[in-house]
């Protein structure tokens, strides 16, 4: 090993984070001596465990036990909190703002480095659809599911009051395009959360509300397989929610969700969850990139042709070596968190002169929840539906979650959701915490003092 290796790990997700974490694991001794610098650069402080955002999003889990504190797990790591903006890998340098960059006025650091890890993740792909950025709203973030869950609650409230009933009707109708892991579940969720909350409400009943699922494509939940998808889609026209496929978004200006089969609904609440795409970050780098702008990768999760770059993830284009040629794995985290292990250690064989290893993992099979006792599994060619699927979800993703810390944490939320009561509240004021200062103060309030919308 060289006098000092300085390790770069952009991202700090699921690869970012089980990388480092493995790193401190497998370099130990070398962290000790000083033989090895580990800096994580994230633009959060936290990991973000996503498959439990729609949970957080109907009130099940808090939203404080869906993250992971990177500066309490990577003890040993030097924590970043900002973002990269580009990358000469050819003179080893990284440049990125921090949060104190603009307060500085020194404009953009320069960071250098001897192996880089490029894990910065996904983000949403969106479309050029009038009046989406104006009034749609994510969901890869908690940020994003906690607004999500306050803004339902909050067009209930409206609904309740309002004597327009037009205005009701458009509180009442909520759109989710896209019918991937995202869409489905939070739909599921928070269409079960409103279900549940429409009690305590005297003039507004579940049949009141009108939620609509649309996909562009001929089926939902492709990860669970065609039977399970079709099973999805009947159990949640069951429920009354309209499942529209072969249907795309066209607009959503002025408040109105037109759709391409010419359906129109005035709405508040459009969700668009209709897909990812790489990161910026990766065109702004010399790293060579496959059609579809991911990292081209070894099996061994080095960056194919140049030394000293790895990438894993939803970045990375790694060859599924089980199997065909030319197939590779799934962007999910199924493969992000074992994708991460083996990146660790080939990083570790790397700084040692020892042989690397190969990723091989078969994909074994995917969950899915859609409400509370509600869900769908295609696990070792088993197909579950129901009560059985909705608890093999909750198992699956109570081992996946990291630390011991936040495993009993979220185990004890769920034993006392059984046994109480659901939270109904919403707290749109967190996003706006300022607002009633700045009206008592005498200063001019937002158009939203309160709420979310």
């Known amino acids: 090993m060289k006098e000092r290796a300085r390790i770069l790990i952009v991202g700090g997700g699921y690869v970012g984070m089980y990388t480092a974490l493995r790193l401190q694991r ?17 633009p959060d402080p936290y990991m973000t465990y996503q498959p439990f955002l729609p949970e957080a999003a109907a009130g099940s889990i808090s939203p404080r036990h869906v993250v992971v504190p990177l500066r309490r797990v990577l003890d040993r790591c030097r924590i970043v909190i900002g973002e990269v903006r580009s990358i000469d890998h050819a003179k080893r340098t990284a440049t990125l703002t921090t949060l104190a960059t603009e307060e500085e ?7 250098t480095y001897d192996e880089l890890v490029l894990a910065p993740g996904s983000v949403s792909r969106t479309l050029p659809i009038p009046g989406l950025a104006d009034y749609a709203i994510g969901f890869k973030t908690v940020e994003e599911a906690i607004g999500l869950r306050n803004h339902v609650i909050e067009q209930m409230d409206i609904a309740s009051s309002t004597r327009d009933p037009a205005i009701r009707d458009a509180a009442l109708t909520f759109v989710f395009v896209g019918g991937g892991y995202a869409g489905v579940e939070a739909l599921g969720e928070l269409e079960d959360m409103a279900r549940y909350t429409a009690r305590y409400y005297a003039n507004l009943k579940p049949e009141d509300m009108k939620w609509i699922l649309v996909e562009a494509s001929d089926r939902i ?3 669970v397989g065609e039977e399970m998808g079709r ?10 929610i309209e499942v529209r496929l072969e249907t795309r978004l066209d607009s959503c200006a002025d408040r109105v969700a037109v759709l391409s089969d010419g359906a129109r609904f005035p709405t508040r609440t459009v ?5 990812v795409k790489p990161h910026p970050v990766l065109a702004a780098t010399d790293l060579p990139l496959n059609e579809r702008g991911r990292l081209k990768c070894t099996p061994q ?22 199997a065909e040629p030319g197939k590779e794995t799934a962007p999910n985290a199924q493969h992000a968190v074992r994708q991460a292990k083996v990146l660790g250690d080939n990083l570790a064989h790397t700084l040692r002169g020892e042989p690397l290893e190969t990723y091989s993992h078969k994909y074994v099979g995917s969950v899915a929840s859609l409400g509370l006792h509600k869900g769908v599994a295609h696990v070792y060619g088993r197909k579950l539906r129901g009560y059985p699927a909705w608890f093999m979800h909750r198992v699956y993703h109570l081992s996946r979650v990291p630390t011991f810390n936040r495993k009993a944490r979220v185990l004890a939320e769920w034993t006392l959701a059984g046994l109480f009561k659901r939270e ?3 707290l749109g004021s967190l996003e706006h915490p300022r607002a009633e200062f700045e009206l008592a103060a005498g200063g001019k309030p937002p158009n939203d003092p309160k709420g979310s919308s």
């Not at 497998?26 to 994230?42: A, D, M, N």
């Not at 006025?105 to 960071?111: D, K, M």
Request: charged fraction near 20%; charge should be negative.
């Open 26 to 42: 497998q370099l130990k001794p070398e962290l000790k001596r000083g033989e090895v610098e580990i800096t994580v650069v994230s």
């Open 221 to 223: 939940l492709p990860e």
């Open 424 to 426: 109904i509240v919403s």
């Open 301 to 322: 999760l080095a960056v194919d042709g140049v030394t000293h770059a790895w990438a894993a993830g939803d970045a990375a284009a790694v060859p599924d070596v089980t």
């Open 231 to 240: 099973y999805t889609v009947s159990q949640l026209r069951r429920r009354n």
């Open 105 to 111: 006025g020194a404009g953009a650091e320069q960071i």
């Open 271 to 275: 969700v668009w969850t209709a897909g």
